[in-house]
């Protein structure tokens, strides 16, 4: 996994210093870690990680549709706390926070799980405890992404119900 990660922050710079970028590279791109960060999730937490791993990919289908400007778009009227979040393509404090539980979360507990020791050290917890809090700030912020696009569709499906009428 770290290996996939040191790849994954190399190749889009690569790609877009070579000129070679496309929708399909960014889609894959964001398919492939979506997939390995899954497995890795669900290794490390089982059912609770099936869950984050579909909320992910549920929000990022939801997103994708929206094209390269998915973040502009999904800031637009949010309410304070979530535009914090999201502030410059979650080049913000609060959207910083929320990656690296997204990013290293599963990779603590994975270590965790095949270090059993490291849990004795209270370091250790705290470390764990504000990752944790870290992923909820962003699956808050997944789940509203996904709430609105829900209330986006029944708001089509009632016009056309009154355009029916």
Request: charged share 15%; aromatic share 10%.
């Amino acid at each position: 996994m770290g290996m996939s990660l040191a790849l994954d922050s190399v190749d889009g710079y690569v790609a877009r210093k070579a000129g070679q970028t496309s929708e399909f590279g960014a889609f894959l791109d964001v398919g492939v870690d979506i997939l390995s960060r899954g497995l890795l999730t669900s290794s490390a937490y089982s059912s609770l990680g099936t869950i984050l791993s579909l909320l992910e990919s549920l929000v990022f289908t939801v997103n994708h549709r929206l094209g390269k400007e998915w973040k502009d778009i999904m800031v637009e009227g949010t309410p304070i706390h979530i535009r914090k979040v999201m502030k410059n393509g979650f080049r913000s404090p609060l959207g910083a926070l929320s990656m690296l539980g997204l990013f290293l979360l599963p990779c603590y507990v994975l270590f965790g799980v095949h270090y059993p020791q490291v849990w004795s050290h209270m370091t250790w917890r705290l470390l764990g405890l504000f990752l944790a809090l870290c992923r909820i700030l962003c699956a808050y912020v997944e789940v509203f992404c996904l709430w609105r696009h829900i209330r986006h569709l029944i708001n089509l499906d009632n016009m056309k119900t009154i355009e029916a009428d």
